[in-house]
């Protein structure tokens, strides 16, 4: 089956790095602010389409989520971001994982849902290092589970779908690969990924 797989497509969040990051900023938020994470979460979702597929700039999201919080946005920014800061984690195993697949000479890429200041940081902090494509979803103005930027990748990387493996954490980005003949593994834990991908390598 190996001559099969010419790329190997990850996500980002729940898979390289740590899930909970969210959690976290949500809760860090409404600690300074004094406001229900829920709420944190709520009004975040009211935005998150438009920031992570690059319709709304950093600047006019936090502007707006401060003004949704009823709290200043300079302020927001920074409790923000120094919360991504010092919670973000990387899953050591999966690039352990990483390690061994790029020895192999698979193409590696990165599919990824994502705001600018988090890929920003992420690419500073060298998180993107192990992949030779990243596809981060700001860019391309489309967010998983859109076909549209499975194709994308597919097109950018010249290779059909039956020679792609994607791993992602959510079902139903899972779901849309598959539909579109890309071939999937649905990452629920490290241990079990590692047994999972060694059936295509």
């Known amino acids: 089956m190996s001559i099969l797989i010419k790329a190997i497509v990850f996500d980002f969040g729940g ?14 938020v409404g600690k300074k602010y004094g406001i229900d994470r829920q709420i944190v979460r709520m009004q975040f979702h009211k935005l998150e389409q438009p920031v992570i597929t690059g319709k709304i700039s950093m600047k ?4 707006r989520l401060g003004e949704l919080l009823g709290v200043e946005w300079k302020g927001l920014e920074r409790v ?11 899953n050591k195993r999966v690039l352990q994982i990483l390690g061994r697949i790029k020895k192999k000479g698979y ?28 596809f981060l979803s700001h860019s391309v103005g489309l967010k998983k589970p859109d076909r549209r930027i499975f194709i994308h990748v597919l097109h950018k990387l010249k290779i059909k779908p039956a020679d792609c493996l994607f791993i992602d954490d959510h ?8 539909k ?9 834990n490290t241990s079990k990924f ?3 991908i060694k059936n295509y390598l």
């Open 60 to 63: 006019q999201f936090w502007l």
């Open 171 to 178: 079902v139903e980005n899972i779901a849309t690969a598959e």
């Open 15 to 28: 898979v390289v790095r740590k899930p909970g990051i969210m959690k976290h900023i949500y809760t860090a």
């Open 80 to 90: 923000w971001i120094r919360t991504y800061a010092k919670g973000v984690g990387m």
């Open 194 to 196: 590692e047994k999972d």
């Open 107 to 134: 193409n590696l890429s990165l599919l990824s849902n994502e705001i600018p200041s988090h890929a920003e940081f992420n690419e500073r902090h060298g998180y993107y290092k192990s992949f030779q494509n990243v």
């Open 180 to 188: 579109l003949g890309i071939r999937s593994i649905l990452f629920e």
